[in-house]
T-cell receptor, first 113, second 112 residues
Framework: SQQGEEDPQALSIQEGENATMNCSYK?????LQWYRQNSGRGLVHLILIRSNEREKHSGRLRVTLDTSKKSSSLLITASRAADTASYFC?????????????FGQGTILTVHP | NAGVTQTPKFQVLKTGQSMTLQCAQD?????MSWYRQDPGMGLRLIHYSVGAGITDQGEVPNGYNVSRSTTEDFPLRLLSAAPSQTSVYFC???????????FGDGTRLSIL
């Protein structure tokens, strides 16, 4: 079963609005990562947050992590049409061999110009 | 910089055929992995490798074989293709396990 569950499954917004995606997971983790996938392409790493961090920023991206609730959120501010993509969270579970990443099912974000 | 290169980009097979999906990276990464992506299922790990000569199974290894004779290459072999293996296959690499992964653009495989 998937470690990460993402919510919502699909999100449609207007350019300039903020987009928030959530990820829940089940086990203890070393870190949590967010990836973007444009249609027909491979995944691209966006940001990594360690288990001892609560918030991290990168440009228009803001990621929070709540290990007590086993959840994370990705906020994209001032969205652009070019942000249209699928977004995935992935967890590096602690205690597993070789730090395998487990991916969620993704959120499809559509930003209308 | 090429990054992670996957070939072929598209392939159609008949049930029972075998084939090898190629993956090469030029970043000297030790950790490489293969995923399959199916609608509504996210990415599922097939096999992974932490270095040349070392491979292990992921979540869905049945019907697939891997080897890692060099740091650069990590081919995935379908032993006897089945329609259930119709999917998009992604290869990824990172400098070590648990770290951000670099993905290829995928191989879209259809099995009739």
């Amino acid at each position: 079963s998937q470690q990460g569950e993402e919510d919502p499954q699909a999100l449609s917004i207007q350019e300039g609005e903020n987009a928030t995606m959530n990820c829940s997971y089940k086990t203890s983790i070393n870190n949590l990562q967010w990836y973007r996938q444009n249609s027909g392409r491979g995944l691209v790493h966006l940001i990594l947050i360690r288990s001892n961090e609560r918030e991290k920023h990168s440009g228009r991206l803001r990621v929070t992590l709540d290990t007590s609730k086993k959840s994370s959120s990705l906020l994209i501010t001032a969205s652009r049409a070019a942000d249209t993509a699928s977004y995935f969270c992935a967890t590096d579970e602690s205690g597993t061999s070789y730090g395998k990443l487990t991916f969620g099912q993704g959120t499809i974000l559509t930003v209308h110009p | 910089n090429a990054g992670v290169t996957q070939t072929p980009k598209f392939q159609v097979l008949k049930t029972g055929q075998s084939m090898t999906l190629q993956c090469a990276q030029d970043m000297n990464h030790e950790y490489m992995s293969w995923y399959r992506q199916d609608p509504g299922m996210g990415l599922r790990l097939i096999h992974y490798s932490v270095g040349a000569g070392i491979t292990d199974q992921g979540e869905v290894p049945n019907g697939y074989n891997v080897s890692r004779s060099t740091t650069e290459d990590f081919p995935l072999r379908l032993l006897s293709a089945a329609p259930s293996q119709t999917s998009v296959y992604f290869c990824a690499s990172s400098y070590r396990e648990g770290r951000p992964q670099h993905f290829g653009d995928g191989t879209r495989l259809s099995i009739l």
